[in-house]
């Protein structure tokens, strides 16, 4: 299974860059990932923006995980 990869962050915060999830959970307790093979595409890249100094401030990139159980 390969996937995209994150978004980008935006520009005006600047934004924290997407994330590259390959499974998404709610009940970990069933999650089962044996003869899985993961291709995973790149997090995305923080945003960038200057401030009024002209001194130029990144936002977070994004991570990469394989599993992320969200909570309830």
């Not at 590259?20 to 923080?46: C, H, M, N, W, Y």
């Amino acid at each position: 299974m390969q996937r995209g990869p994150g978004g980008d962050g935006g520009y005006g915060g600047p934004g924290r860059g997407g994330d590259s999830i390959d499974i998404a959970t709610l009940d970990e307790d069933r999650l089962t990932v044996e003869g899985v093979t993961f291709t995973q595409g790149p997090p995305g890249k923080g945003g960038i923006r200057w401030d009024d100094q002209g001194e130029m401030m990144l936002g977070e990139d994004g991570v990469a995980v394989e599993t992320l159980r969200f909570p309830r």
